[in-house]
């Protein structure tokens, strides 16, 4: 078959690979219908997290399970499955305890898994699940063609936005600051919404991005970054600033916007896969008495209840690909991301 193979910065190739099999008992093989570039997948694509060696890349994925072990129970072949973006069991006290991407026998897509097996990355023709009855959901049926885009958020953008919006706080009437525009914020912008928040700020410099904050929710953008978008954020409310903040970058300075936007006693939800030397200003938040909660997004956790809304219609997080290419485009993909010529490339094999 064919899949996504990162060689080094700026090198991703679409090679042929062995075929998954089943191997563990517990486990299936999904064909992938439709897969993703993730923001994270830019950090070793532009060699700020450096390759070794060639391995597989990709970690959002939903499609059709063509092959379950004797051991699986809940999962049929059949099944149109959404994957979280790492392999879980669901059973384990992480897992039951709401943290699932700390699963005491789970693993990460394109790796060896803990029981022996490979389980294969994301942005390829099929992938071998580990835990199929732990980290695949059922849909009720195939779904139509338009809902696949946003079926395919669950696995990563939709629940980890949704996880800022929860580690913050956020509820009926809250008001909100997100920081960063990328798919993960603007999927934060809509599930703050969803969780009844009275007032979103998004903090975008780009108008398609605006244009779609807007449209998940946003009552206010600002544009300033640094001291002057902390001066703009603090005018809208108050001179004090909002209940919370959701941060979506994962920078030095993505961090210190978020941590001092926030109101005295308010919360900074922060998703945004950390680099850059980002660290904890341990004597600001105290004299302030903001909070800081969050961390990798627990997404299995969330992809029931999400699933429900994006089933019904009631939010289509789908909107934030701009772009879709072929599994041949795969290079293309990354470097239409790489330069912000797309908030999130879907790919199709």
Known sequence: MLATVIHGERDVRLEEVPDPVLSTGGDAIVRVVAACVCGSDLWPYRGVTPTSSPRRIGHE??????????????????????????????????????????????GWWGADDRLGGFADGGQGQKVRVPHADGSLVATPEYPSADLIPSLLTLSDVMGTGHHAAVSAGVTEGSTVVVVGDGAVGLCAVLASARLGASRIVAMSRHESRQALAREFGATDIVAERG???????????????????????????????????????????????????????????????????????????????????????????????????????????????????????????
């Open 61 to 106: 994925f939903v499609g059709v399970v063509e092959e379950v072990g004797p051991e699986v129970r809940t999962i049929a072949v059949g099944d149109f499955v959404i994957a979280p973006f790492y392999d879980c069991d669901m059973t384990c006290a992480n897992c039951k305890n709401g943290v699932s991407t700390s699963c005491l026998h789970g």
């Open 227 to 349: 001291d002057a978008g902390i001066a703009a954020v603090k005018e809208l409310f108050d001179g004090i600033g909002p209940d919370c903040v959701l941060e979506a970058v994962g920078t030095k300075e993505s961090m210190d916007q978020a941590i001092r936007s926030a109101r005295p006693g308010g919360m900074v939800g922060y998703v945004g896969v950390p680099n850059g030397g980002a660290e904890l200003p341990i004597r600001t938040l105290f004299g302030s008495n903001v909070g800081v909660n969050g961390g990798v997004a627990p997404v299995r956790n969330y992809v029931e209840e999400l699933l429900q809304d994006v089933w019904s219609g009631a939010i289509q997080p789908g909107k934030v690909f701009d772009l879709e290419l072929p599994l041949e485009d795969i290079a293309e993909a990354y470097a239409a991301m790489d330069e912000r010529r797309a908030i999130k490339t879907l790919v199709r094999p």
